[in-house]
């Protein structure tokens, strides 16, 4: 069964279990697989409190791209105030938070967009520099916007397409976190490629930074925390009854949607 986040109400709890019980508001992320359902066993280990503040709908949106976030911002590469930053896609599901939390962290956010419309997204979620890809050479634009300097990191989750010019965009000891390959696998790399500015290179996996329960929890802490202070603003344009599942896809690959989906079960 499909998905890989969820949130619901526990209603069951195994023997000598402590710190859940029945009636908690809870969350998950990643495994085990089978969020698609009105029900679903849940290790003890992997369930993560949903604080009363945060509605379960947008915990529901906003788990694993807002967890996803935060790894990259706040522990992958630590964001800084004056620090200027590069993201790509940045009016995806993810790209649209490390754009708000970057920019309330007090850095320079540049990102990439395929529209206008897009364009406009990308500005209310804080990009103070806009590139329009299809239309604009990011590199040069970046090396304008930046007066040669470059970033200290670019965030890259599109691959094959961007990720030679995003390591065009780095400054001396910049990173390069790749994240996603929308686009496709990107070409080999030589590290020698990489010495002319020292630059860093990473292709990091969520998993990892919540291998502990302290982490998880930590990770989750950070992006309720951001949603109740009104830094995270999930967009959540559509909700489906779990039981149209199918057209959910349908709409999504069709382009019909935006932003966030959310399934909830029927009835409730």
Not at 1 to 13: C, R, S, W
Not at 129 to 152: P, Q
Not at 241 to 255: F, G, K, N, V, W
Request: contains cysteine.
């Amino acid at each position: 069964m499909t998905g890989m986040e969820a949130v619901g109400v526990v209603i069951a709890v195994g023997p000598g279990l402590t710190g859940r019980k029945v009636g908690d508001l809870v969350a998950y992320v990643l495994s085990p697989m089978g969020a698609y359902a009105e029900e679903q066993i849940l290790p003890a280990e992997k369930v993560i409190p949903v604080p009363p503040s945060i509605d379960p709908v947008i915990a529901a949106a906003i788990m694993l791209k807002g967890m996803t976030a935060q790894f990259l911002v706040r522990q992958c590469f630590k964001v800084e105030e004056g620090h200027t930053v590069l993201v790509h896609a940045a009016a995806g599901g993810v790209g649209s938070l490390l754009c708000q939390w970057a920019n309330a962290l007090g850095a320079t956010v540049i990102g990439t967009v395929s529209s206008e419309d897009k364009a406009v997204q990308a500005k209310e979620d804080g990009c103070q520099h806009v590139i329009l890809y299809k239309h604009e050479d990011f590199v040069a634009r970046v090396n304008e916007i930046t007066s040669g300097k470059g970033v200290e990191v670019v965030y890259d989750s599109v691959g094959k397409d961007t990720f030679e010019g995003s390591l065009a965009c780095l400054k001396v000891c910049g990173y390069m976190v790749s994240f996603g390959q929308a686009s496709g696998t990107p070409d080999p790399v030589p590290l020698s490629a990489l010495a002319p500015k020292s630059l860093f290179l990473t292709r990091p996996s969520l998993f990892q930074y919540i291998l502990t329960r302290d982490e998880l929890l930590h990770t989750a802490s950070e992006v309720f925390t951001n949603v109740a202070a009104g830094v995270l603003k999930p967009r959540l344009n559509h909700t489906y009854p779990l039981s149209q599942a199918a057209q959910a896809h349908s709409d999504l690959e069709a382009r019909k949607t935006s932003g966030s989906i959310v399934l909830i079960p029927d009835g409730s």
